[in-house]
């Protein structure tokens, strides 16, 4: 068990470019979130994946804001044309079972800052 | 909506000196409150989930209570490295926790 990986662990990108993160859960994990975190505050969810299915998303999740979860292994998130307003921290996250009240394990995020 | 609020936002205590952090929340249908701690550049870590009111957890020197309205996280005699903010969370209905901004501990020695 080495842990929920993600990578880059930072990125400096202009406005306007597209960047994708990557994150790589528990082996034999079924479930998948993004959260996203800003400075003070505590992390705001984004989507949720069950195996490759993508089950839930945020309200607040904008078109540009795609993820993939091919497989149910690895999963992606991409934002496309970045804005000043998406620099944050990403958090991925996954956990086992059945239940949506299992404990959650989170890798150490994707810094993300939009010059 | 489902709303977690955490109080104080920052906590300064001596070692050994016992404290508590609050966590109120409102929600449709708890499902669970989770509490994560969290270091500087790192993603949250968990500590406890607590189901119903009048549940208690403990781990070391953290204790965990839950009524209907609130949570609390008890720390007793706490050492420097206890030093991290404490997330509180609530799950409802759905797949998604919803966290509150936090509590900054910091333990001197």
């Known amino acids: 068990d080495t842990g929920v990986s993600q990578n880059p662990r930072h990125k400096i990108t202009k406005r306007g470019q597209n960047v994708t993160f990557r994150c790589d859960p528990i082996s034999e994990h079924n479930r998948l979130y993004w959260y996203r975190q800003t400075l003070g505050q505590g992390p705001e969810f984004l989507t949720y994946?069950?195996?490759?299915?993508?089950?839930?998303k945020s309200r607040l999740l904008s078109d540009r804001f795609s993820a993939e979860r091919p497989k149910g292994s690895f999963s992606t998130l991409e934002i496309q044309r970045t804005e000043q307003g998406d620099s944050a921290m990403y958090l991925c996250?996954?956990?086992?079972?059945?239940?949506?009240?299992?404990?959650?394990?989170f890798g150490s995020g994707t810094q993300l800052s939009v010059l | 909506e489902d709303q977690v609020t955490q109080s104080p936002e920052a906590l300064r205590l001596q070692e050994g000196e016992s404290s508590s952090l609050n966590c109120s929340y409102t929600v449709s249908g708890l499902r669970g409150l989770f509490w994560y701690r969290q270091d500087p550049g790192k993603g949250p870590e968990f500590l406890f989930t607590l189901y119903s009111a009048g549940e208690e957890k403990e781990k070391e020197r953290l204790k965990a209570t839950l009524t209907k309205k609130e949570s609390f996280l008890h720390i007793t005699a706490p050492k420097p490295e206890d030093s991290a903010t404490y997330l509180c969370a609530v799950q409802a209905w759905g797949n998604k926790l919803v966290f509150g901004a936090g509590t900054i501990l910091r333990v001197k020695s």
């Open positions: 994946f069950q195996n490759e299915a993508q089950l839930e």
């Open positions: 996250a996954s956990s086992a079972g059945d239940r949506a009240d299992e404990k959650l394990f």
